[in-house]
Every structure is written in structure tokens, then in C-alpha cells.
């Protein structure tokens, strides 16, 4: 009688202790402070002892089995400026997806399961390129008016997060001009239709309103020395300096140079420098953003201190205004040509603190490339990073190979047209990854028709697989 009267009293305190597990895996969200994904893991990196961090991110990575115009890549991946417009039915999200895809999968305010142990698969990003917005910024020419262009940016936003994805790299200057109104910059004629018109409202603001609404962590992205070519610079007003380098005899050449028709910023002169961490600044600034981003469109440079240089610059000016903003950049995959042609030192950044926040190699491989297979870039990336520079890793992938032959990658061509989980293989690998918290997709235009939102249908296969390791 005594031990069944034990068994009783030990089999009662077990559910007492379950349920109070229960109850603190389901409590509210508005129990945790509102933070942006990117934010939120930034500091979550610095409550956690550097000693562990590896191990920390290794544990969240496995407690589950599981680019604008032609990106450069050494094995010419496809063009990020056009894509079918297939579209299919609408079923193809597994209902589990769905029902799992709520606010909170996107949302600033992580639930109670999200905040503890470990920063894991936090950042879920997506890059938004020029090209993904020119149909909603563009009618006819001209700037689309402003209820037909919100609509349309609602409409984006909505399948973004029916996807689970939390952070937004929106492009805000892709050649030495802006999307929003900047002192520095001119506007972009992809807003306005030309270089020498001027927008009739603020289309960048209205993207950041309505991704804040959705809860997105949202980044701006800017290409800092692409520029222009003659007959664009042209059209610009004397009072931006682009124009002003253009037409002056001692600084063109110099502080813009020429390069396959199109100028450059040299990243050499440290006017150029100032002028590229003041536009990064001022974008931060005017709209409260979570970080600035980057990508690997240097090109002009004879030094790896130059780019460094101005990589440290822009990081310094995002500190300046917010300590807790991201800086981040991505370089190509392919780390040969980091070095010889962009002039890349992506190994110092990772390894020094004080130069970026995280690095998102443009990994455009998949795992049975023969020359780079993604599990060995992305862990040669991964091995870079030292624990004392606090860089974190995101696995940058592209969607614009899926049903391609790839036929730069040797015996792997016809990967993406043989299997429909090259995405899910790579994500699953990226989480192995000791200093990994995430992953970046490019692009929109992979995943919805630009015009009428609807998905496209060459990439549902491979979409489906991967979507739910998005979710969970």
C-alpha cells in the first residue's frame, strides 16, 4: 500500500512538472521585449560567453534532423534580372506550412521557445533587388502613383511571410543612386523613369511602414561603388557629387573611373569613402533601419586595404548611429576571385572585429558542384570566422538555377534539373555550421510573379521542400 501510495504521489508531481513545462513553451509573446530578428540575435550572441558560442549554435543548428543584373560568379550564375513568369496553382504549401507560418514566425517579438537556449536559425532573410520592384515602382515610364504601388508592396510582403521569412535586404541604391530622397544620391531612375525627374512621394518609406506592419527585420541594401554610365550621369543634377567628379578634370578618372562603359567609385580615395559612409548613415538615420547591407560589387580596386577601408567605414558609421544596427556583407562564393578581382578581404573581416557584423556568401552552388560543392564552401566561410571578431555567418542561396542546367559545375550540370532539393540539402548543411545563424534567398522574382503575385511554377517543386525548414 505505502509504495502504491508513493507511485501515486511521484506519478502527480511529473504531471505538475510537465504542465508547468507546457505552460511556459506556449506563453505569450508580449512576455519578450519587441526586437528585430537580426538585432535580436546580435545581442543574444553578446549575453552568450564566447567560449561556448560554437556550441551553442551547434546544438540549435541539430536539434532537428534535417543577388540586380548578372551576379558575378565564376561560373556565370543566372541572370538575377529576368525569369519566367510560369505561375501554378496556389496548393503547392504543404497545409502544415501554412498553419505553422503564422505572425509570430515573422514577427519582431519572438515566442517563449524562440528566445531560449540558443540564437540557431534566426535570421530567415531575402534579398529584394531592384528588378523584384521595378513593376511596382514603374508604370508606363513613370512613377506608379501611390495607392497602385503600396497595394502592390502589400501584396509582396503578404507571400513573403506566408514563407517564413523575417528579414528583408531591400536594395536603395544600385548605381550611385537612391530610392528614397538623399542628399547625396539622385533619384533612382528605376524610380522615376530618368535620372533627370524627381519622385512625387517617398517609395522606400512605404516599403519600411509596411514590412514594420508584418514584422519583418528589414536592412537596406546598397551596392557602394556600381555607378553610372555617361549618358545616365548626364541626366543628374550639378549638385550631387557623382556629377560634379564627372565634370571635373581633376576628379574624373580619379575619384569615379571607367570600367566596360560603366563608372566606378574608387575606393582608394578617401572623399569616395566618406561620401559611401555618409549615404549608409543617412539611409540608416531616415528610416530606422536594422542594418545596411552590402554585396560584392567592388570591382574598381588595386588594394585590399582600400576596400577594407571603406568596408570599416561603413560599419563605423551604422555604429554611430545605432550600436545595435547590423552590418553585413556579401561577397561571392567563390573566394579566389574575393581576392583577384574584387579585392576582398573577406578573411580579415571575419577574423578581425570591427569590420562586419556577419558575412552571407553568395553560395550559387549546389552540393554536387565539381569545382565547389556547397557543404565545402560553406564551411570554408564558417572556418574564417573567430570567435573574438563575433561575426556570424548566413548562407546565401539562389533560386535562379532550380530546373537550369548549371554548366559551370562539371559533373554536377544537371543538378538543379535532376533533384528538386538542392535548397533543403544546402540549408540542412549550412546548419551544421559551428558560427551559422541563418540563411538568405535570392530573390523574389523566383518565388512570385513580379506583376501579379502569383507563384511561379518553375520553382514550386524544389519551393515545397524547402519551405518547411523555414518554419520550423
Known amino acids: 500500500m505505502k509504495r502504491f501510495a508513493?507511485?501515486?504521489?511521484?506519478?502527480?508531481?511529473?504531471?505538475?512538472?510537465?504542465?508547468?513545462?507546457?505552460?511556459?513553451?506556449?506563453?505569450?509573446?508580449?512576455?519578450?521585449?519587441?526586437?528585430?530578428?537580426?538585432?535580436?540575435?546580435?545581442?543574444?550572441?553578446?549575453?552568450?560567453?564566447?567560449?561556448?558560442?560554437?556550441?551553442?549554435?551547434?546544438?540549435?543548428?541539430?536539434?532537428?534532423d534535417h543577388m540586380q543584373s548578372q551576379p558575378v560568379s565564376s561560373?556565370?550564375?543566372?541572370?538575377?534580372?529576368?525569369?519566367?513568369?510560369?505561375?501554378?496553382?496556389?496548393?503547392?504549401?504543404?497545409?502544415?506550412?501554412?498553419?505553422?507560418?503564422?505572425?509570430?514566425?515573422?514577427?519582431?517579438?519572438?515566442?517563449?521557445?524562440?528566445?531560449?537556449?540558443?540564437?540557431?536559425?534566426?535570421?530567415?532573410?531575402?534579398?529584394?533587388?531592384?528588378?523584384?520592384?521595378?513593376?511596382?515602382?514603374?508604370?508606363?515610364?513613370?512613377?506608379?502613383d501611390k495607392e497602385s504601388f503600396t497595394a502592390m508592396i502589400r501584396l509582396m510582403l503578404q507571400n513573403i511571410q506566408s514563407y517564413g521569412f523575417n528579414t528583408l535586404f531591400v536594395q536603395a541604391r544600385p548605381y550611385s543612386d537612391s530610392f528614397y530622397p538623399s542628399e547625396y544620391f539622385p533619384w533612382s531612375a528605376m524610380v522615376t523613369g530618368s535620372y533627370d525627374?524627381?519622385?512625387?512621394?517617398?517609395?522606400?518609406?512605404?516599403?519600411?511602414?509596411?514590412?514594420?506592419?508584418?514584422?519583418?527585420?528589414?536592412?537596406?541594401?546598397?551596392?557602394?561603388?556600381?555607378?553610372?554610365?555617361?549618358?545616365?550621369?548626364?541626366?543628374?543634377?550639378?549638385?550631387?557629387?557623382?556629377?560634379?567628379?564627372?565634370?571635373?578634370?581633376?576628379?574624373?578618372?580619379?575619384?569615379?573611373?571607367?570600367?566596360?562603359g560603366r563608372w566606378y567609385y574608387n575606393s582608394s580615395v578617401e572623399e569616395v569613402r566618406r561620401l559611401i559612409a555618409d549615404g549608409a548613415k543617412e539611409l540608416l538615420q531616415k528610416y530606422s533601419l536594422d542594418g545596411i547591407h552590402i554585396d560584392d560589387y567592388f570591382y574598381y580596386s588595386s588594394s585590399l586595404d582600400d576596400v577594407s577601408a571603406m568596408v570599416k567605414g561603413i560599419y563605423n558609421a551604422v555604429k554611430s548611429v545605432n550600436h545595435q544596427a547590423q552590418f553585413g556583407v556579401?561577397?561571392?562564393?567563390?573566394?579566389?576571385?574575393?581576392?583577384?578581382?574584387?579585392?576582398?578581404?573577406?578573411?580579415?573581416?571575419?577574423?578581425?572585429?570591427g569590420f562586419i557584423d556577419y558575412i552571407c556568401p553568395q553560395i550559387y552552388y549546389g552540393m554536387e558542384h565539381q569545382t565547389y560543392p556547397f557543404a565545402k564552401v560553406v564551411a570554408e566561410f564558417n572556418s574564417y570566422i573567430t570567435e573574438e571578431s563575433g561575426v556570424f555567418l548566413l548562407a546565401g542561396m539562389t533560386l535562379g538555377k532550380i530546373n537550369n542546367e548549371d554548366k559551370y559545375a562539371g559533373s554536377g550540370r544537371l543538378e538543379w534539373t535532376q533533384h528538386n532539393d538542392v535548397i533543403l540539402r544546402c540549408i540542412r548543411e549550412t546548419k551544421k555550421q559551428s558560427r551559422a545563424q541563418g540563411i538568405a534567398i535570392f530573390c523574389y522574382q523566383y518565388l512570385f510573379d513580379r506583376t501579379s503575385g502569383e507563384k511561379v511554377g518553375r520553382t514550386l517543386g524544389e519551393v515545397s521542400n524547402f519551405l518547411p525548414e523555414l518554419v520550423n
Request: contains cysteine; positive net charge.
Open 75 to 144: 561560373d556565370n550564375t543566372a541572370s538575377k534580372a529576368t525569369i519566367s513568369k510560369d505561375t501554378a496553382s496556389k496548393d503547392i504549401v504543404p497545409e502544415s506550412v501554412s498553419s505553422q507560418t503564422t505572425s509570430a514566425a515573422v514577427s519582431s517579438k519572438p515566442s517563449y521557445n524562440q528566445v531560449i537556449p540558443s540564437v540557431g536559425l534566426r535570421t530567415k532573410a531575402i534579398w529584394i533587388s531592384q528588378f523584384d520592384l521595378q513593376y511596382a515602382l514603374i508604370n508606363r515610364g513613370k512613377q506608379r
Open 197 to 260: 525627374k524627381t519622385a512625387e512621394y517617398d517609395p522606400y518609406k512605404i516599403i519600411v511602414t509596411e514590412a514594420r506592419k508584418h514584422g519583418f527585420s528589414v536592412h537596406g541594401w546598397i551596392n557602394p561603388l556600381r555607378a553610372m554610365t555617361d549618358q545616365e550621369i548626364q541626366q543628374v543634377d550639378n549638385r550631387y557629387p557623382i556629377k560634379q567628379w564627372y565634370n571635373s578634370s581633376q576628379k574624373r578618372g580619379v575619384n569615379i573611373v571607367l570600367k566596360d
Open 330 to 353: 556579401s561577397p561571392e562564393g567563390n573566394i579566389n576571385r574575393d581576392y583577384s578581382i574584387h579585392f576582398a578581404d573577406v578573411k580579415r573581416w571575419c577574423r578581425e572585429k
Open 6 to 64: 508513493c507511485f501515486i504521489l511521484t506519478l502527480f508531481f511529473m504531471l505538475s512538472g510537465c504542465r508547468y513545462v507546457s505552460d511556459k513553451n506556449n506563453s505569450s509573446s508580449e512576455d519578450v521585449p519587441a526586437m528585430s530578428d537580426v538585432a535580436y540575435s546580435s545581442q543574444m550572441m553578446q549575453s552568450v560567453p564566447s567560449s561556448s558560442m560554437s556550441a551553442v549554435n551547434s546544438s540549435e543548428w541539430n536539434s532537428s
